[in-house]
C-alpha cells in the first residue's frame, strides 16, 4: 500500500504525463510480491542473496558477493559490418 501511496504522490506532483502516470500505477499493481521475488531468485540458483522490503518501492535483491554477478572478461568479436535485417 505504501508504495502505491508512494507512486501516486510522484506521479501527481513530479511525473505528470498521463502514460507515465499509468504505466507506474500498472507496473505497482502486477509487481511480484515478496515470496514470488525470492523463488525467482532461488529457481535461479542464486546463494548467498539480500532480499528486503522498503517504504516506497516494494522490495529489492541484490547478491551479496561481487564476483557471483561479474561479466565474464572475453567477449565475443563482433564483424565491423553488421549483416542488414531486413
Known sequence: MATLLGVQLLTTFVYRLPMTRADAETSVRRAFSFEEFRALAEAAG???FGHQRF??????IWLDERSV?????????VPEVLPCPT
Open 55 to 60: 517504504l516506497f518501492c516494494r522490495q529489492a
Open 46 to 48: 542464486w546463494e548467498n
Open 69 to 77: 554477478a561479474e561479466i565474464p572478461a572475453e567477449a565475443e568479436a
